[in-house]
């Protein structure tokens, strides 16, 4: 399978284009970007660039994400730099670059390094630059995408923790995500499960170890077990609730096309703990889980039923790998929302977390 690179690879290189034929005044057909993660230099090529003023350019690039099902393919990626006096890169989210439930452009941790590291090396001492980011069209990509369940609005994100795009969609994808779990079971007792790109920013946001983490995508169900085989003690997953909710109901491949009994689910666990039944009504009609949540937040039952839902997420999962693979693993869990901020996460989760942080 071919893998290709993420989106904030293609911005950073339209930026690249732009500032080089600015200063430069030549025809650019490719530009060579430093990935740092993982550490390679490869050639992006270029579609268009042009010099607008004598102190700007735009230049454009088009996603390839390789073998991968990623509705972003070919899309337009633009950049228009401008070069000013002073020091420091300025990076804007213009057209479809999605907005943060804080109004800040979906610029993540990744984007900004890349960008950041790779244009500083094109500025001399007496030069600032602002870079204007372009997606012709995220808004209606952004529209097929979950972008908004974690309060992004407005368009597309630039994510990721890498500059590789692996085909996830694939399912020899599965036989790598277990021979990366064999690997690093050799090496530490406890990991950190994260079902996307989401959970393994904010879980090296809350400063866990990125050696431990495995990114899982919709195959849960299949690595735990690849993790009781492997001996690992104890499992720490991480994810965002309207995904994870899935295994309180022993749904272990969480993609949609499988199986979705969300609302089913927050439903049984909003009555188990008591919830009233015109109110159970109305959070089992729910459009979606985000909006389950947000109605239990207005009886004040969320903290009550997402207790419930992680204590049987873990009692689920330790039972599940126990079934498959006769191993006893102790699993933790800890959930967060729309929003990354962290929802719940239980006993058994603060006491792994202490274990798989960075000191």
Same mark, same amino acid.
């Given at each position: 399978?071919?893998? &290709?690179?993420?989106?904030?690879?293609?911005?950073?290189?339209?930026?690249?284009?732009?500032?080089?034929?600015?200063?430069?005044?030549?025809?650019?057909?490719?530009?060579? @970007?430093?990935?740092?993660?993982?550490?390679?230099? @490869?050639?992006?090529?270029?579609?268009?660039?042009?010099? +607008?003023? /004598?102190?700007?350019?735009?230049?454009?690039?088009?996603?390839?994400?390789?073998?991968?099902?990623?509705?972003?393919?070919?899309?337009?990626?633009?950049?228009?730099?401008? #070069?000013?006096?002073?020091?420091?890169?300025?990076?804007?989210?213009?057209?479809?670059?999605?907005?943060?439930?804080?109004?800040?452009?979906?610029?993540?941790?990744?984007?900004?390094?890349?960008?950041?590291?790779?244009?500083?090396?094109? #500025?001399?001492?007496?030069?600032?630059?602002?870079?204007?980011?372009? +997606?012709?069209?995220?808004?209606?990509?952004?529209?097929?995408?979950?972008?908004?369940?974690?309060? @992004?609005?407005? &368009?597309?994100?630039? +994510?990721?923790?890498?500059?590789?795009?692996? /085909?996830?969609?694939? /399912?020899?994808?599965?036989?790598?995500?277990?021979?990366?779990?064999?690997?690093?079971?050799?090496?530490?007792?406890?990991?950190?499960?994260?079902?996307?790109?989401? &959970?393994?920013?904010?879980?090296?946001?809350?400063?866990?170890?990125?050696?431990?983490?495995?990114?899982?995508?919709?195959?849960?169900?299949?690595?735990?077990?690849?993790?009781?085989?492997?001996?690992?003690?104890?499992? #720490? +997953?991480?994810?965002?609730?309207?995904?994870?909710?899935?295994?309180?109901?022993?749904?272990?491949?969480?993609?949609?096309?499988?199986?979705?009994?969300?609302?089913?689910?927050?439903?049984?666990?909003?009555?188990?703990?008591? @919830?009233?039944?015109?109110?159970?009504?109305?959070?089992?009609?729910?459009?979606?889980?985000?909006? &389950? #949540?947000?109605?239990?937040?207005?009886?004040?039952?969320?903290?009550?039923?997402?207790?419930?839902?992680?204590?049987?997420?873990?009692?689920?999962?330790?039972?599940?790998?126990?079934?498959?693979?006769?191993?006893?693993?102790?699993?933790?869990?800890?959930?967060?929302?729309?929003?990354?901020?962290?929802?719940?996460?239980?006993?058994?989760?603060?006491?792994?977390?202490?274990?798989?942080?960075?000191?």
């Amino acid at each position: 399978m071919k893998s &290709g690179y993420t989106l904030p690879v293609f911005a950073c290189a339209s930026a690249i284009a732009a500032v080089q034929h600015l200063k430069h005044q030549s025809a650019i057909s490719e530009v060579e @970007v430093d990935l740092i993660n993982p550490v390679a230099q @490869v050639k992006i090529p270029i579609e268009q660039v042009a010099k +607008l003023t /004598p102190h700007s350019a735009l230049a454009i690039t088009r996603s390839d994400p390789g073998d991968n099902l990623d509705l972003t393919r070919n899309t337009p990626i633009w950049a228009m730099v401008e #070069l000013t006096q002073g020091q420091g890169i300025e990076i804007i989210g213009g057209e479809g670059i999605g907005q943060k439930a804080d109004q800040q452009a979906a610029i993540y941790a990744y984007a900004q390094q890349l960008i950041q590291t790779n244009l500083e090396r094109l #500025l001399e001492p007496h030069e600032a630059l602002r870079i204007t980011l372009i +997606l012709p069209e995220g808004r209606q990509l952004a529209k097929r995408t979950s972008n908004e369940a974690f309060g @992004v609005v407005e &368009g597309l994100s630039l +994510l990721g923790t890498s500059g590789i795009a692996h /085909p996830l969609s694939a /399912p020899d994808q599965l036989e790598l995500f277990r021979a990366e779990l064999q690997e690093k079971a050799r090496r530490f007792d406890t990991l950190v499960f994260c079902i996307g790109e989401n &959970g393994l920013d904010l879980a090296a946001k809350m400063g866990i170890e990125r050696d431990r983490t495995l990114k899982t995508a919709n195959w849960i169900g299949s690595l735990l077990v690849e993790a009781g085989m492997q001996r690992v003690k104890s499992i #720490l +997953l991480f994810g965002y609730h309207g995904k994870l909710i899935k295994l309180a109901g022993g749904i272990f491949h969480t993609h949609h096309h499988v199986a979705d009994a969300r609302q089913e689910i927050l439903t049984a666990h909003a009555a188990k703990v008591g @919830v009233s039944t015109s109110d159970l009504q109305s959070i089992f009609t729910s459009s979606t889980a985000e909006d &389950g #949540l947000t109605y239990l937040r207005t009886l004040g039952k969320e903290i009550a039923v997402y207790d419930s839902i992680a204590a049987a997420i873990e009692t689920r999962a330790e039972e599940y790998i126990y079934t498959h693979s006769e191993a006893s693993v102790e699993i933790g869990v800890i959930l967060f929302d729309r929003s990354r901020q962290v929802l719940r996460q239980s006993r058994k989760a603060e006491k792994l977390l202490e274990s798989v942080r960075e000191l």
